[in-house]
């Protein structure tokens, strides 16, 4: 199977700025998308944005003109970038990533998360 691993997460004041980063490892054939998402205490887990291998980006629009994604097709590694962060960007971030893997005898398709990482934001 393939395990997502972020890091980054942390405390910031409002205005400040974070780099989340997810790597993913395993007996990985190919990836597809690689997104992030986000929950908030006592909400549904949202999208925040997502980037396809060719490098399309879809965003949230909580988010547009804040937040960059980017991906390391070389390392397996799908990084955001999150600018002048508000309060209400305090969540659990967590990393997707979809594709196929090297299984045993073939090739078979994965969808996986990482464990998330919290993000909280000060006012």
């Known amino acids: 199977q393939v395990q997502l691993v972020e890091s980054g997460g942390g405390l910031v004041q409002a205005g400040g700025s974070l780099r989340l980063s997810c790597a993913a490892s395993?007996?990985?054939?190919?990836?597809?998308?690689m997104g992030w998402y986000r929950q908030a205490p006592g909400k549904q887990r949202e999208l925040v944005a997502t980037?396809?291998?060719?490098?399309?980006?879809n965003y949230a629009n909580s988010v547009k003109g804040r937040f960059t994604i980017s991906r390391d097709n070389a390392k397996n590694t799908v990084y955001l970038q999150m600018n002048s962060l508000k309060p209400e960007d305090t969540a659990v971030y967590y990393c997707?990533?979809?594709?196929?893997?090297?299984?045993?005898?073939?090739?078979?398709?994965?969808?996986?998360w990482g464990q998330g990482t919290q993000v909280t934001v000060s006012s």
């Open positions: 395993g007996s990985i054939f190919s990836i597809n998308a």
């Open positions: 997707n990533a979809d594709g196929y893997y090297d299984g045993s005898y073939d090739i078979q398709s994965f969808d996986s």
């Open positions: 980037i396809t291998s060719g490098g399309t980006t």
